[in-house]
């Protein structure tokens, strides 16, 4: 199983960024896919999920900021981040529910 996060960056406050997480090793359109964050000094906190549905559930600190979804076709999920704020500040990690993988993160710095 492997997992790749790219799309990080420095962004302004107010600003949009967009993830994606590309995905191998796996039967990617059966699993449910999931966004993590971890900001220094702070545990590793669920963002957003995706069932292989397409149902969708946030964190309520990012709800109607935050959009996820899934391209089964390119293994692919993405986290669409729109008016981001200095506490969106992170390394964003895509997982697999219910797996123990984890890719190598991309980092998210929203700052003036």
């Known amino acids: 199983v492997q997992l790749v996060e790219s799309g990080g960056g420095l962004v302004q406050p107010g600003g949009s960024l967009r993830l994606s997480c590309a995905a191998s090793?796996?039967?990617?359109?059966?699993?449910?896919m999931a966004w993590y964050r971890q900001a220094p000094g702070k545990e590793r906190e669920l963002v957003a999920t995706?069932?292989?549905?397409?149902?969708?559930n946030y964190a309520d600190s990012v709800k109607g900021r935050f959009t996820i979804s899934r391209d089964n076709a390119k293994n692919t999920v993405s986290l669409q981040m729109n008016s981001l704020k200095p506490e969106d500040t992170a390394v964003y990690y895509c997982?697999?529910?219910?797996?123990?993988?984890w890719g190598q993160g991309t980092q998210v710095t929203v700052s003036s």
């Open positions: 997982k697999i529910v219910g797996m123990d993988d």
């Open positions: 090793g796996i039967i990617f359109s059966a699993k449910w």
């Open positions: 995706i069932t292989s549905g397409g149902n969708t």
